[in-house]
């Protein structure tokens, strides 16, 4: 049970959890201000077309109305912005994940579901329950912001793990043979993906490849150093190489991936480089140097 609860509530600094709240908040900004193409024209179309998610239903949340869902986007960015700066970490977290989930199963309760969205929308709801945390806090461990961390590394490995489920499940081992990604360079790809689609038994490795990191996934649990930045860095490559050929972006879950990260050796590491040029400085300006001569 030791083991168990080490692994689930590792102790970490409480530093890494402002890191995340200010990548994780700011994300939260962005998405609801750009990708306004999915929730707020839902107040204005047919409510025939709504479908709510299973989520809407036990909530009892309405149908997007013009005035709400405006509203509802109000909500999230003021109590979005407000966590990101760090000032009511709990209440102003509860209010932007409540609404996040609002604004998100109504945008998918027309027929598209979004599923890089499940590891935000994990985030989001473990972060409130750490108290206050600052990035210079590097010092301070603790339980509860190791439980908020592996719940969202968690939430970020079941993506990959899931899709790679899905993938067997509907397609079967075949799946990765399949012409899945000619089919998406037809549709999307750039030249370099058009090329690509010239090589069946490239596009076939590709595919085996992105089959296995996805079977695999669940080692990022469990990595540490040099291991755990080789499997985070293939993740990041593998979605800037997917934004590069397809103009699709897996942003939610790539903000998500910080948590694998030691974010709580930012602030020191500035400090030192400042620490640095300081001294330089001062070096600099001193009599008989060369600058000042």
């Known amino acids: 049970m030791t083991r168990i609860w080490t692994f689930l509530a590792p102790e970490i600094p409480l530093a890494r959890i402002a890191w995340l709240r200010m990548l994780v908040y700011g994300f939260v900004v962005v998405d609801v201000l750009v990708n306004v193409t999915d929730p707020i024209p839902h107040g204005d179309v047919p ?9 809407r239903e036990l909530l009892h949340l309405p149908a997007p109305t013009p005035v709400y869902v405006q509203v509802l986007r109000v909500v999230v960015l003021v109590s979005a912005v407000l966590a990101a700066s760090g000032r009511l970490p709990r209440l102003a977290g509860a209010v932007c994940a409540l609404g996040m989930l ?26 409130p329950t750490v108290g ?13 912001a190791g439980w908020a961390v592996r719940m969202i590394q968690v939430g970020a490995v079941a993506i990959y793990f899931l899709s790679a489920l899905a993938k067997i499940r509907f397609g079967g081992w075949g799946w ?4 899945t990604f000619i089919w998406a360079f037809s ?8 090329w690509m689609a010239g090589y069946p038994l490239l596009v076939h490795a590709s595919q085996w490849a992105l ?5 695999v996934s669940p080692v990022l649990l469990w990595l540490r150093g040099r291991g755990l930045a080789i499997g985070i860095g293939l993740c990041f490559g593998f979605h800037a190489i997917t934004a590069y050929l397809l103009s699709i972006h897996f ?14 050796r930012l602030w020191p590491w500035w400090q030192r480089r400042r620490g640095r040029a300081a001294r330089d400085q001062r070096q600099h300006r001193q ?7």
């Open 287 to 293: 009599p008989g140097s060369a600058t000042s001569a």
């Open 47 to 55: 409510e025939d077309l709504y479908k709510p998610l299973l989520v």
């Open 102 to 127: 609002d604004w998100v199963s109504n945008a998918f309760s027309y027929s598209k579901i979004d599923h890089d969205h499940f590891a935000l929308m994990v985030a989001l709801l473990v972060l």
């Open 187 to 194: 549709r999307r790809g750039n030249d370099l993906a058009q």
């Open 176 to 179: 990765a043979s399949g012409s």
């Open 251 to 264: 942003a939610p879950l790539v903000i998500c991936l910080f948590a694998f990260l030691p974010l709580e």
């Open 211 to 215: 089959l296995v990191l996805e079977l």
């Open 132 to 144: 206050a945390a600052s990035v210079r806090d590097t010092s301070t461990r603790s339980a509860a």
